[in-house]
Each structure stands twice: as structure tokens, then as C-alpha cells.
């Protein structure tokens, strides 16, 4: 059974940064695809960033050149850097992890960004 828990939501204004973590057990970590999603209410979950095992990352739009997904397989852990946020940010963030057919889903981090 794969564990994912996430770290490090947490209020902030506008402008400011946030790094939240997702530590992963009871899997071989480097060989999932780790993707962050956020989701408010009302709206469907969307993805923000995803790093393959190789490392190859992709970013939604809205995030470009603001957000940076990582990885430390070493720790079995994968991490998104989110600098000068914005209040469109504010969000429920997900982590997941994927390969083939299985998935799993970490039970969530709020992030606030509000003045």
C-alpha cells in the first residue's frame, strides 16, 4: 500500500512563497510519475505540475515561471516550490502518484493567499 503525505500549506499574502512537501512509503518511489493537483470548491481538480521518473516536468499555464516541481528519490520525497503567489492560488493541493494502471492520492494541503 503506497502512503502519500503532503506538508506545508499554510497561509500567506500575495507575492510571498510556499515549498510543500510530499513524502512517499511502502513503494519504490523513483519509478512513479509524481504529480501536484489543487482543487477549489466547486471546481474539478486540476493539475498543476508533474515530474516523470526521468525527471521530465510539465507545468498548467497558470503556474509557468512561478512554480517548480522536484524530486529527492533518495527521501522518497517530491516537492513543489510556489513563489510570488497569487490569491487565484488558494486551493486544497494534492499529491499523486502514478504508474501504469495504479495511482494514488495524498490527503491534501491548504494553501491560502490572502493580504
Known amino acids: 500500500q503506497v502512503q502519500l503525505v503532503e506538508a506545508g500549506g499554510g497561509l500567506v499574502q500575495p507575492g510571498g512563497s510556499l515549498r510543500l512537501s510530499c513524502a512517499a512509503s511502502g513503494t519504490v518511489f523513483s519509478t512513479y510519475t509524481m504529480t501536484w493537483f489543487r482543487q477549489t470548491p466547486g471546481k474539478q481538480r486540476e493539475l498543476v505540475a508533474t515530474i516523470s521518473s526521468g525527471g521530465s516536468t510539465v507545468y498548467v499555464d497558470a503556474v509557468k515561471g512561478r512554480f517548480t516541481i522536484s524530486r529527492d528519490n533518495a527521501k522518497n520525497t517530491v516537492y513543489l516550490q510556489m513563489n510570488s503567489l497569487k490569491p487565484d492560488d488558494t486551493a486544497v493541493y494534492y499529491c499523486?502518484?502514478?504508474?501504469?494502471?495504479?495511482?494514488?492520492w495524498g490527503q491534501g494541503t491548504q494553501v491560502t493567499v490572502s493580504s
Open positions: 499523486n502518484a502514478g504508474r501504469g494502471m495504479y495511482e494514488y
